[in-house]
């Protein structure tokens, strides 16, 4: 049964930091390239960022946040720093492979 669970979310201020956490299973976790997606109100769900072996960004989001994966974990990583307020959304786990895969999301809001 492939499962993909997010954590970490939870609300924070502007300018402030949170890591997200993904554990895998299910399926061959090394083989599979993983990303982050969220979707905020009212707006389509959108690509944060990537990883095979190396991170790929999204503009919004370069130099803000790092993506990092642990295959012997079978865990992937978001670290959010200098967080806005437009990053508020829900954060999706994606596993894209053979077949895709996604996790239930969890909630980001960045407000003061």
């Known amino acids: 049964q492939v499962q993909l669970v997010e954590s970490g979310g939870g609300l924070v201020q502007p300018g402030g930091s949170l890591r997200l956490s993904c554990a895998a299973s299910?399926?061959?976790?090394?083989?599979?390239?993983m990303s982050w997606y969220r979707q905020a109100p009212g707006k389509e769900r959108e690509l944060v960022a990537a990883?095979?072996?190396?991170?790929s960004y999204a503009d919004s989001v370069k130099g803000r946040f790092t993506i990092s994966r642990d295959n012997a974990k079978n865990t992937v990583h978001l670290q959010m720093n200098s967080l806005k307020p437009e990053d508020t959304a829900v954060y999706y786990c994606?596993?894209?492979?053979?077949?895709?895969?996604w996790g239930q999301g969890t909630q980001v809001t960045v407000s003061s």
């Open positions: 994606k596993a894209r492979g053979r077949y895709d895969y």
């Open positions: 990883i095979a072996n190396t991170g």
């Open positions: 299910g399926f061959t976790f090394s083989s599979y390239v």
